[in-house]
């Protein structure tokens, strides 16, 4: 029978160098990606799956999905921290590819979003995953850790833009709360002076 919890809590942002900005209830889906989905709506998937041998790749490599890597404190957006491997690395990858990091895991996305999952494959420990609007910390999530290759959910009330791991270095697939692509984002930016102004007579 297929086992799954949803455990409903209120997190309130403190985090030294980082400024609370909003009290965040978060529902955690573990196993469920069905209450997930209905609680996400619309959401893109990223499997690292690609016609292309493992290789490494830069911050920006899947920017047409609506997310970039990230990572904390030095970067250099030069650099390939980042690299796709393949399930003949893995005995936990469900598909034919998945993401590896020199440094725990990280991603912004193109705009604010209110739900996030994961399939994790490796721990370092029990995880957590912090929240961030703007740099500004939201939110902090207990990963419950073992076992790996479990899919994991998250569902916001106040909208974050960033995602940060503090131990998973592997990655199966990650889904997000679908974002407008980045020539919707410019429409968008460029309509909303618009919708504030008045016909003067």
């Known amino acids: ?27 955690k889906f573990v196993n469920d990606f069905d209450g997930w989905q209905a609680a996400a709506g619309s959401f893109t998937t990223v499997d690292f799956v690609e016609n292309a041998p493992p290789a490494s790749v830069l911050f920006d490599h899947f920017i047409d999905y609506g997310v970039l890597l990230h990572r904390p404190g030095s970067f250099n957006p030069a650099i390939p921290y980042w690299g796709r491997f393949t399930n003949q690395d893995s005995n936990y990858i469900h598909d034919a590819g998945g993401l590896a ?5 990280a991603f912004r996305f193109l705009a604010p979003i209110h739900a996030f999952a994961y399939l994790p494959l490796s721990y370092g420990g029990g995880d957590a995953v912090s929240l961030y609007l703007g740099g500004n910390f939201v939110a902090n999530v207990v990963d419950p850790g073992q076992p790996i290759g479990l899919f994991r959910g998250l569902h916001s009330t ?3 833009d960033e995602v940060r791991f503090s131990s998973i270095l592997y990655l199966d697939d990650i889904y997000f709360q679908t974002v407008p692509a980045p020539g919707a984002l410019a429409l968008i930016a460029l309509a909303a002076p618009l919708a504030g102004t008045r016909r003067r007579r």
């Open 1 to 27: 029978m297929r086992s799954h919890f949803q455990t409903v809590f209120l997190a309130l942002g403190s985090a030294l160098l980082t400024t609370p900005i909003a009290r965040a209830e978060i529902t």
């Open 101 to 105: 990091a020199a440094v725990p895991h």
């Open 158 to 160: 106040f909208a974050f």
